[in-house]
């Protein structure tokens, strides 16, 4: 089993940056896929970002593509994103996964994940 605890989150105007950690517990964390999750107010969890264990391919949501960088250090046992050019509607708590399924596709089905963090708040004003 592995424990993820997220950080990083906070309050930034439109236009700002932040980068979310995700601490993972196993010093296997390398054979885990990874991803980030976001679920806004009366919305569902979507995806937002996956890293593959391997090969370290990455594939993200058309509303992120070109903002946001998911990259892990597995040194660290560290999952990050990077967000940058936030907007309002970005708005939404942040969930890191890890999921030791194998999949040839994009990791960007939520019920593929076994391990879940807790989640960290963004918020961006306008």
């Known amino acids: 089993q592995v424990q993820l605890v997220e950080s990083g989150g906070g309050l930034v105007q439109a236009g700002g940056s932040l980068r979310l950690s995700c601490a993972a517990s196993?010093?296997?964390?390398?054979?885990?896929?990874m991803g980030w999750f976001r679920q806004a107010p009366g919305k569902e969890r979507e995806f937002v970002a996956t890293i593959k264990r391997s090969s370290g391919s990455t594939y993200y949501a058309d509303s992120v593509k070109g903002r946001f960088t998911i990259s892990r250090d597995n040194a660290k046992n560290t999952l990050y994103l990077q967000m940058n050019s936030l907007r309002p509607e970005d708005t939404a708590v942040y969930y890191c996964?890890?999921?030791?399924?194998?999949?040839?596709?994009?990791?960007?089905?939520?019920?593929?994940?076994?391990?879940w963090g807790q989640g960290t708040q963004v918020t961006v004003s306008s």
């Open positions: 996964a890890a999921t030791d399924t194998y999949s040839s596709g994009t990791y960007s089905s939520a019920a593929l994940y076994d391990y």
């Open positions: 196993r010093r296997t964390f390398s054979s885990y896929a």
